[in-house]
């Protein structure tokens, strides 16, 4: 695919040539300097300048001055993962999308998307492969009378919300400030109220795609209905990649108001306050959401301390006499009169709860993660949970626990099919890259103590890789399978990384 010349065309051509050029700088990545195609074949000068000159974006090849820093910049982790893609394209339009893809076809090359790199597994970080990075694709498109918005995958989900904000809408986005809108909801998305409105996937109403053939293709609930179908909960195994996504918005609740327990003493007070939290799940409204965290840093000066304990509760409504009867649950906290730290029934702001998620999850940090959902009996839950909340490798490794049911099953329009009453996640963070080994093996090995008491888990935290467990139904994914062979039978996206079911 060849453009029309442009003015910057010679520049570029310059630029793109003395690049390829450079013959003296090894970058300390582990990577060959020399771009292969699928067969390991080098590719020459003309060949790369051909994709070069076919996007208006970026193009970095490995080997490039500039490689290591686009590679890095695709990864929110500090500990980047030792992979390393051949080329890493950043469209600026859909032609740039079509431009890669049939070059990663005509020459054997696997491709991986990335959205906005949150991901702590890194999945479309791989080696050998090209990485589409949709970061420079920042379109938001609102549709106020009807509550709908057009968007690029590589948007950050708290700015969405920031520009639906003068029309009082709010997109369910992760709680965390800094994941792109595509791969929350691809993965599913816990997000803001979904256990009243549902996952992310649900918001998704229609999907812009480049297939294996590099075509573009429009998916909805009316057409190309196996591809709207599986990008709802799919996840890294899509088989394309979506250039624009139509979500449904929400109006934004008017009372947001929040109650926290916190205890020093975490190890005084888990079982009695684990025990009532998981036996409340039945009894917290929609549009409550319900979490217990431990950490071991203290809270105002993040130094080092002993695991601590909080129950913390959302209401999310717009009466705040129901914000308050929901927020009541939370009297019945054992031990509350004895908590070191409380706030009960404050108002709060969605710009508030994004700060509370960044401070738990900051940029710079080295990070690995892992989860599940379960229904194991309260009696026979708590005790094999001390472990993992109780005994944290370092001060800001925090485990999470989440009030998700009274569960309602999944649309069936959606492979996004995994749920439990309860889910438990566990993250390591760490600094110094000398840990990374022991940091990144602590939440799969704790996770697989617990794997009999796993339903399954869900794709946005998961650790496959090292953790292959249940994150699909069986009919989900023998359909996911089927659907990927029919649309991708070249396997030309890469998939998984690791096993997505039970080996």
């Keep these: 695919m060849t453009l029309p010349d442009r003015p910057d065309r010679g520049m570029k051509r310059r630029t793109a040539l003395k690049t390829l050029a450079g013959t003296g700088v090894a970058m300390a990545t582990g990577s060959l300097l020399v771009a292969c195609n699928g067969k390991g074949e080098p590719l020459s000068d003309s060949t790369?300048?051909?994709?070069?000159?076919?996007?208006?974006?970026?193009?970095?090849?490995?080997g490039d001055e500039a490689y290591e820093t686009a590679r890095g910049a695709t990864c929110y982790r500090a500990n980047k993962p030792k992979r390393f893609p051949?080329?890493?394209?950043?469209?600026?339009?859909d032609k740039d999308v079509i431009a890669a893809v049939k070059f990663a076809k005509e020459h054997g090359l696997k491709v991986t998307t990335?959205?906005?790199?949150?991901?702590?597994?890194s999945a479309h970080i791989r080696d050998d492969c090209l990485l589409i990075d949709m970061g420079?694709?920042?379109?938001?498109?609102?549709?106020?009378?009807?509550?709908?918005l057009w968007v690029n995958p590589g948007v950050i989900g708290s700015v969405i919300n920031q520009q639906l904000a003068p029309y009082d809408l709010i997109v369910p986005t992760a709680h965390h400030p800094s994941p792109g809108i595509g791969g929350f909801c691809m993965n599913?998305?816990?997000?803001?109220?979904?256990?009243?409105?549902?996952?992310?996937a649900r918001h998704v109403l229609a999907i812009d795609i480049v297939t294996a053939d590099g075509e573009l293709i429009r998916a909805d609930p009316t057409q190309n209905t196996d591809f709207y179908w599986a990008a709802r909960g799919g996840g890294a195994g899509f088989f394309g990649v979506i250039t624009r996504m139509q979500l449904q918005a929400r109006p934004r609740p008017k009372v947001w108001k929040a109650?926290?327990?916190?205890?020093?003493?975490?190890?005084?007070?888990f079982d009695d306050v684990m025990t009532w939290a998981c036996n409340i799940v039945p009894r917290v409204p929609p549009h409550l959401?319900?979490?217990?965290?431990?950490?071991?840093?203290?809270?105002?000066?993040?130094?080092?301390?002993?695991?601590?304990?909080?129950?913390?509760?959302?209401?999310?409504?717009?009466?705040?006499?129901?914000?308050?009867?929901?927020?009541a649950l939370l009297d019945s906290v054992p031990h509350r009169d004895k908590a070191d730290f409380k706030v009960e029934k404050a108002p709060t702001t969605l710009e508030d709860r994004y700060q509370s998620g960044f401070k738990a999850d900051p940029a710079g940090m080295r990070f690995a993660a892992d989860n599940m959902y379960t229904d194991t009996p309260t009696e026979k839950l708590v005790p094999r949970l001390r472990k993992v909340f109780l005994e944290q490798p370092t001060p800001h490794t925090h485990t999470f626990w989440f009030a998700w049911g009274p569960c309602k099953p999944f649309p069936k329009d959606m492979a996004l099919s995994m749920q439990g009453p309860i889910y438990v996640g566990t993250y390591t963070l760490w600094t110094d890259p000398a840990q990374d080994e022991l940091m990144e093996a602590w939440p799969p090995t704790r996770m697989k103590e617990l794997a009999d008491l796993s339903?399954?888990?869900?794709?946005?935290?998961?650790?496959?890789?090292?953790?292959?467990?249940?994150?699909?139904?069986?009919e989900a994914w023998a359909k996911y399978e089927a659907l990927k062979k029919r649309h991708d039978p070249e396997g030309r996206f890469e998939g998984f990384l690791g096993k997505p079911m039970p080996v």
């Design 259 to 269: 109650t926290v327990y916190s205890f020093d003493d975490a190890a005084a007070v």
């Design 455 to 474: 339903l399954g888990g869900q794709l946005n935290d998961e650790n496959m890789l090292h953790h292959p467990q249940r994150y699909f139904t069986d």
């Design 289 to 327: 959401e319900l979490v217990m965290t431990t950490t071991s840093n203290k809270r105002d000066t993040g130094e080092p301390c002993p695991p601590r304990i909080s129950i913390a509760a959302l209401a999310l409504t717009d009466d705040e006499a129901q914000a308050d009867e929901a927020l």
């Design 48 to 62: 790369k300048l051909a994709l070069n000159n076919a996007v208006q974006g970026k193009v970095y090849w490995r």
């Design 188 to 200: 599913g998305g816990f997000g803001w109220n979904s256990r009243l409105w549902g996952n992310g």
């Design 136 to 148: 420079r694709m920042q379109e938001v498109t609102i549709d106020e009378k009807a509550q709908t």
């Design 114 to 121: 990335r959205s906005g790199g949150h991901s702590w597994a």
């Design 86 to 93: 051949q080329v890493i394209v950043q469209p600026t339009n």
